[in-house]
C-alpha cells in the first residue's frame, strides 16, 4: 500500500513537472507547479519528515506560489507576451547547454548511486545501539525546537537575521516618496 | 482490513455531516437574516420554511454544468473541488471527544493551517479560470483578504500554544479540564484542576487570551470571506464574485466549502480557547456536575453545541454589521490586529516563563 502511495506521488511530482516546463500557457503552468510542490510534500512524508512536508505547503503553496500567481495576474499583457514567446528571453539556454548542464546533473546522481553502500549510515546504527534513536511516533516538533535552541542556535539566529534584513528591504522598497 | 475500511468511513461520515450542517446552516443563517431585518425568512415550502434548502439543493443537483466559452476549461472544472478538499482536509486533525479525532497526529496545528492556505488557491484558480472580470477582480480581493488575515490567526494560534506546549489539538482539549495531568490555573492564580468546568479553559488560563480569542474570531471571520469582511463577493460591486460563472452542483460545491469553513474555524477557536470538548459545568463541592458530564458522547455533544454557538454568533454578525471598505479592512488587519496579536504574544512568552514555569 505504502509503496503504491509513493510511486503514485513519485510519478505525479515528475509527470507534472515534465509537463510544467513544456507548457506555454503560464497561469496553467502555475498550478502545474502547486501539484509538484504538494506531490514533493508527499514525498517528505515519506521520509518521516512531517514537519518538513507541513513546512514545505505552508511556506511554498501558501505563500510563494500565490505571491507569484499574484504578480503573474497584476502584470500586463505586453509583458507576458515577451515572457512566452521562449525566443530571447535570457532564461532560455541554447539546446546545447541545457544538454550540457542535463548529462552533468545524471552523473552527479549515477556517482550517488554508486557510492551508497546499501546500508545503513553508521549514525543510525550508533543511535539504535544507544536506544536514543527516533522513531516517527515520537513527538518530532519538540526535538526540533529543542534542536534550534540549542545545538543549531547560530544558524537559526543567522536566518533570522537574514528574514529581518529582507522585511525592512521590502517594505523600503514599498515605500512611497514623498519628496519626488 | 478493518484500518482501510475506517479510512474510508470516517471521511464519508464526516462529509455526510458536513453537507446536513450545511443544509441545516443555510436555513438557519435565512431564518436569522429574517429576524435581524425583522421579516419572516423562507416559510412557503414546507412547515416554517424547513424544507427550503432541500429543495435549493435538489434544484442545484438537476441544473446543468455551463461552462463559459471563453473560460480556462480544466481550471475551471478543478477549482470548486480544490476549494472544497482543502477544507474539507483540515477536519482531519480536530478531536471531537476525548481520543475520538480522525487523525491523532503531533502536527495537527500546524498541519490545518497549512492546509487552509491552499483554500487561497483554489479561489485564485477559479477566479482566472472562469475569464470573467468580476471573477478575477474578486479572487484577487479574496487572496489580498485571505492572506492579509492569516497573519493574525497564526500570531493567536502561537500565543496559545506557548502555553500549551504542543501542537497536538487532542492534547490541548485534554489540557483544558478535568481528565489533564499538568496543572490548570484560572487567571495565572487559582488552581481548578479539581473544579473544572469553564474556569478550566484555555480562554480563562491567563487575562491576554481572552483578547487573543477576539483577535482569531475576527481574522478567521475574514478568512472565510464572511460579512462585514465578504469585499470578496460583495454582491452591489461584483455581481458575485470569484464565483459568479458557476452554477450546478460546482456552485454547491463552493457554498458547502464556505459553511464547512465557518465550522472548521468554529471548531478550531472551540478547540483551542473554548475547552475542546470538555463540559462547561464546574464540580461544586458534593454536586459533581463536570464528573457528570464527561465522556464520549457528552463530548461530542459538547463540542457540537460550542461550535454551533460560535456559528450562530458568525451569523448573527453578518447580519448586524455593514461590509468594510478594501482599505479599511487592510488597516484592520495591518494597524490594528497584527500589532495587538504581537503583543499578546510576548505577554505570552512572558507568562510562560514567570507564571507557569
Known amino acids: 500500500m505504502e509503496s503504491i502511495l509513493f510511486y503514485a506521488f513519485a510519478t505525479l511530482a515528475i509527470g507534472s513537472a515534465l509537463l510544467l516546463v513544456n507548457l506555454k500557457n503560464i497561469a496553467r503552468a502555475l498550478f502545474l507547479f502547486f501539484i509538484v510542490l504538494f506531490a514533493m510534500a508527499g514525498l517528505y512524508l515519506f521520509a518521516l519528515a512531517d514537519f518538513v512536508a507541513i513546512t514545505q505547503i505552508m511556506v511554498y503553496v501558501g505563500g510563494v506560489l ?50 551508497w553502500q546499501q546500508s545503513l549510515p553508521t549514525w543510525i546504527q550508533q543511535a539504535r545501539e544507544n536506544n536514543t534513536e527516533i522513531i516517527p511516533t515520537d513527538n518530532n516538533i519538540q526535538q526540533i525546537g529543542l534542536r534550534f535552541m540549542t545545538f543549531y542556535v547560530l544558524p537559526f539566529e543567522v536566518i533570522s537575521i537574514f528574514l529581518m534584513m529582507a522585511l525592512i528591504g521590502a517594505s523600503h522598497l514599498s515605500r512611497k516618496e514623498r519628496n519626488r | 482490513m478493518i484500518d482501510t475500511i475506517l479510512h474510508i468511513l470516517v471521511p464519508v461520515a464526516i462529509f455526510t455531516f458536513i453537507a446536513a450542517f450545511t443544509l441545516f446552516a443555510v436555513y438557519a443563517e435565512r ?9 419572516l425568512g423562507p416559510m412557503e415550502t414546507g412547515k416554517y420554511g424547513s424544507l427550503q434548502t432541500i429543495a435549493d439543493i435538489l434544484k442545484l443537483l438537476q441544473k446543468e454544468l455551463i461552462t463559459p466559452t471563453s473560460a480556462d476549461k480544466i481550471l475551471f472544472r478543478i477549482a470548486p473541488i480544490i476549494i472544497f478538499v482543502a477544507v474539507f482536509t483540515g477536519f482531519a486533525v480536530i478531536p471531537w471527544a476525548k481520543d475520538f479525532i480522525p487523525a491523532n497526529t503531533h502536527t495537527g496545528l500546524f498541519f490545518i ?11 485564485l484558480m477559479a477566479g482566472w479560470g472562469s475569464n470573467n472580470k468580476y471573477s478575477l477582480l474578486g479572487s484577487m480581493r479574496a487572496i489580498a483578504q485571505m492572506v492579509s488575515y492569516e497573519i493574525p490567526v497564526g500570531l493567536s494560534l502561537i500565543t496559545v500554544v506557548m502555553l500549551t506546549q504542543t501542537l497536538n489539538l487532542n492534547e490541548i482539549a485534554i489540557g483544558q479540564g478535568i481528565m489533564t495531568n499538568g496543572s490548570i490555573k484560572f487567571l495565572g492564580f487559582w488552581e481548578v484542576n479539581e473544579i473544572g468546568g469553564f474556569f478550566a479553559w484555555n480562554i480563562f488560563q491567563a487575562p491576554h487570551l481572552i483578547v487573543t480569542y477576539l483577535i482569531f474570531f475576527i481574522a478567521t471571520l475574514a478568512e472565510c470571506n464572511r460579512a462585514p469582511f465578504d469585499i470578496p463577493e460583495a454582491e452591489s460591486e461584483l455581481v458575485g464574485g470569484f464565483h459568479t460563472e458557476y452554477g450546478g452542483i460546482q456552485f454547491a460545491f463552493i457554498f458547502l466549502a464556505e459553511y464547512a469553513m465557518m465550522f472548521l474555524v468554529a471548531m478550531l477557536g472551540v478547540v483551542l480557547f473554548l475547552g475542546g470538548w470538555n463540559t462547561p459545568l464546574p464540580n461544586i463541592g458534593a454536586i459533581r456536575l463536570a464528573d457528570w458530564t464527561t465522556g464520549l458522547a ?56 514567570l507564571i507557569i514555569a
Do not use: H, Y
Not at chain 2, 493551517?113 to 479561489?123: F, N, Q, R, T, V
Open chain 2, 298 to 353: 457528552w463530548g461530542i455533544f459538547w463540542t457540537l453545541a460550542k461550535s454551533l454557538f460560535i456559528v450562530g454568533v458568525q451569523m448573527w454578525i453578518r447580519w448586524t454589521l455593514p461590509r468594510l471598505r478594501a482599505d479599511q479592512l487592510m488597516s484592520l488587519c495591518w494597524k490594528v490586529l497584527t500589532p495587538l496579536a504581537f503583543v499578546c504574544m510576548a505577554i505570552s512568552a512572558i507568562w510562560r516563563i
Open chain 2, 113 to 123: 493551517m497549512a492546509i487552509i492556505s491552499i483554500d487561497a488557491l483554489g479561489i
Open chain 2, 31 to 39: 431564518k436569522i437574516a429574517g429576524f435581524v431585518q425583522d421579516r
Open chain 1, 66 to 115: 500565490i505571491l507569484m500567481l499574484f504578480a503573474f495576474m497584476l502584470s500586463n499583457k505586453e509583458l507576458l507576451k515577451d515572457l512566452q514567446d521562449s525566443s530571447g528571453s535570457f532564461l532560455n539556454m541554447p539546446r546545447w547547454q541545457a544538454i550540457v548542464l542535463a548529462l552533468g546533473f545524471l552523473t552527479l546522481l549515477i556517482l550517488g548511486i554508486r557510492e
